[in-house]
Nanobody, 126 residues
Framework: VQLQAYGGGLVQAGDSLRLSCAAS????????MGWFRQAPGKEREIVAA????????QYADSVKGRFTVSKDNAKNTVYLQMNSLKPEDTAIYYC????????????????????WGQGTLVTVSS
């Protein structure tokens, strides 16, 4: 599985941005997906995760109510809609694919993901 994330950029606080992550291969629909971010000087953290069917989602407390993750299996793409952006959302955002096919629970830890995109930078100015 190869992943390519895009859609980052420089925005002002309060703005919105949508990240996309395109996947290659035929197993996308069978994998849970996650979005992570890494801010300067900080460890990478999970932002959101979505089940392989797209029916179940999970969010970090810091983004609940502002970010929405969605998955389009027909397009092999996962999205992260980010609204009401804050300066503390500034980070490199990565998409990742579950190491397992047809896994049961949605993984939320970094080591549970085997495939990673290259990251896209989101900068939110105040």
């Amino acid at each position: 599985v190869q992943l390519q994330a895009y859609g980052g950029g420089l925005v002002q606080a309060g703005d919105s941005l949508r990240l996309s992550c395109a996947a290659s291969g035929r197993t996308f629909s069978r994998r849970h997906m996650g979005w992570f971010r890494q801010a300067p000087g900080k460890e990478r953290e999970i932002v959101a995760a979505i089940s392989r069917t797209g029916s179940t989602t999970q969010y970090a407390d810091s983004v609940k109510g502002r970010f929405t993750v969605s998955k389009d299996n027909a397009k092999n793409t996962v999205y992260l809609q980010m609204n009401s952006l804050k300066p503390e959302d500034t980070a490199i955002y990565y998409c990742a694919a579950d190491r397992f096919l047809d896994g049961l629970g949605i993984p939320i830890k970094e080591h549970e993901y085997s495939y990673w995109g290259q990251g896209t930078l989101v900068t939110v100015s105040s």
